[in-house]
């Protein structure tokens, strides 16, 4: 359910709707719009990277916003596998690659 919801959430930001975020969801407080809304990097470019990294294909987004700094994470899908693609939202940079976990993917 967030996680659904925080797509929904991402795909807005990446259309310029910032202002139907909290609509999609999710209780996002003003400060982390605003970091969403500025980000460098937006979702259809991270799922770009992350596919290109790994050779596979997106098959789930999110978004972190950890000590101040935001970070895109998707999840791709190759051979049967899912990794977890972390990349800084302002730099567009790959941070990590790390086989996904599912059990604690679906508490998040």
């Known amino acids: ?3 659904n ?9 990446a259309l310029g709707g910032a202002a139907g975020i909290a609509q999609a969801g999710d209780k996002l407080d003003a400060a982390e719009m ?6 460098k990097t937006s979702l259809s470019q991270a799922i770009a990277i992350a596919e ?7 098959i789930d987004a999110d ?3 950890e000590d101040g700094t935001l970070s895109l994470e998707i999840e791709v899908l190759k051979d049967n596998a899912v990794s977890k693609v972390i990349i800084d939202a302002d730099t567009g940079k790959v941070l990590k690659v790390a086989v996904a976990d599912s059990e ?3 508490n998040d």
């Not at 919801?5 to 930001?13: D, F, G, M, R, W």
């Open 63 to 65: 978004f972190d916003n």
């Open 5 to 13: 919801s925080l797509l929904a959430v991402a795909t807005i930001v």
């Open 34 to 39: 605003a970091k969403l809304a500025a980000a």
């Open 1 to 3: 359910m967030v996680r």
């Open 52 to 58: 290109k990294e790994t050779g596979g294909k997106a």
């Open 104 to 106: 604690n993917d679906e």
